[in-house]
Nanobody, 120 residues
């Protein structure tokens, strides 16, 4: 099993920045891919960014050039740096992990509880 705990959400004005963190623990040696997802009220959960064990990254088109996903394996922490935030980025953000390369698919096995990002 893998445990995921997100932090770093909050309220920010349009154009501002936030950095989300996801501390992972458990059977971390088996993780191949990790991702960030978000879900706004009344909308489906969507993949925002993913990174695999080869450090290959995938991004949702609407966040390219604004968001950066990274991972510090020494700290067992996944990050999402979000710049130039827009109103439409408001959502609950979730960290996810899986043993397969799922990229932005929603079928990840392990999920965190989420951290709220509100842009006004």
């Amino acid at each position: 099993h893998v445990q995921l705990v997100e932090s770093g959400g909050g309220s920010v004005q349009s154009g501002g920045s936030l950095r989300l963190s996801c501390k992972y623990s458990g059977h971390t040696y088996s993780i191949y891919c990790m991702g960030w997802f978000r879900q706004a009220p009344g909308k489906e959960r969507e993949g925002v960014a993913s990174i695999d064990s080869d450090a290959a990254k995938t991004y949702l088109d609407s966040v390219k050039d604004r968001f950066t996903i990274s991972k510090d394996t020494a700290k067992n922490t996944l990050y999402l740096e979000m710049n130039n935030l827009k109103l439409e980025d408001t959502a609950m953000y979730y960290c996810a992990a899986d043993f397969y390369n799922l990229q932005l698919a929603r079928s990840y096995t392990y999920w965190g509880q989420g951290t709220q990002v509100t842009v006004s």
